[in-house]
């Protein structure tokens, strides 16, 4: 009999986070048409200006936290993180699969096992080396399927290459996540980060500026809208229930952009992509588990 209330208190979160998931992925589909019309930086420049007036509201309504001095700087310092990983993520994503593109980022997980020993002073354990390498061999695989295919143009390898990288300031953004939760609310690192990052976008825009239409502006709305209802799902799904629980759920995005790369462009799931994805995977379940 005491098991049963527990069910519910454990399903709802995931259901959230699961919504979250699907909610980012569907905006990811939204950025990539976004950056395919106007590029990149104009596409994340509107999208974090629009999520900054989305999240105002929310801000009032929370009391108008405002951070220290020191938070400010932690904000800004994980804004410039995250507009780095953002320009690299669409960057490649709009030159390769969604599917294999966010295949490729979930070795993410894998690298801020690394950047937690450095920063944060962690051990790294062996199963973190176990971890990296399944990774790799993941992305091997996923690569060497496109080589073998000759569909690797040079507009491929830098897409994929750009993605890496993106990952690699992905777990980067991990780490600094850790430390940001325990210092700020969810709705005040969502306009800070929102605020900061279109600010950063804003100081280079005459470089990249390209005037919208409608159909662009569309999408970036969709995108500014879908990122701002996943960060109140995850937010209140991280809230509910331990974060081993709901980690593996994070890997459902991958259906999704499989899903969306299919609806929105076309493009096809191939086996040696679920093959390297399941490898990296594994690789990151390995590195991230308690025992």
């Known amino acids: 009999m005491a098991a049963s209330p527990d069910r519910p208190s454990v399903l709802l979160p995931v259901l959230a986070v699961v919504a979250g998931i699907a909610a980012f992925s569907v905006m990811d589909a939204a950025m990539k048409a976004a950056s395919l019309a106007l590029g990149v930086g104009t596409a994340l420049l509107l999208r974090n200006v629009m999520g900054t007036l989305l999240t105002v509201p929310l801000w009032v309504a929370a009391g108008r936290p405002v951070p220290t ?96 990288l993106s990952a690699v300031f992905y777990a980067l953004n991990l780490v600094l996540q850790r430390k940001q939760a325990l210092l700020a609310g969810p709705v005040e690192i969502a306009l800070f980060q929102n605020l900061n990052v279109a600010l950063l976008f804003l100081a280079f825009a005459p470089l990249y500026w390209t005037a919208p239409d409608a159909t662009s502006l569309a999408w970036t709305l969709m995108g500014a809208c879908l990122a701002t209802i996943a960060l109140l799902f995850l937010s209140w799904g991280y809230a509910r229930a331990e974060a081993q629980v709901l980690v593996p759920v994070e890997y459902t995005g ?38």
Do not use: N
Request: hydrophobic share 65%; aromatic share 10%; net charge positive.
């Open 254 to 291: 991958f259906l999704w952009a499989a899903l969306m790369g299919w609806l929105v462009f076309g493009e096809a799931l191939g086996p040696a992509v679920v093959a390297g994805a399941a490898l990296i995977v594994l690789g990151c379940w390995i590195g991230t588990r308690k025992r």
């Open 69 to 164: 001095r020191r938070i400010a700087l932690l904000h800004l310092q994980r804004s410039v993180v995250t507009a780095v990983m953002a320009a690299l993520f669409f960057h490649g994503l709009v030159r390769i699969p969604m599917a294999e593109g966010m295949a490729i980022s979930f070795f993410a997980p894998i690298v801020a096992l690394y950047f937690a020993a450095l920063l944060l002073g962690e051990t790294i354990r062996p199963r973190a080396v176990v971890a990296a390498l399944l990774g790799l061999a993941g992305m091997v695989v996923i690569g060497a399927d496109r080589f073998g295919a000759g569909a690797y143009g040079p507009e491929a390898v830098e897409g994929t290459a750009a993605i890496v």
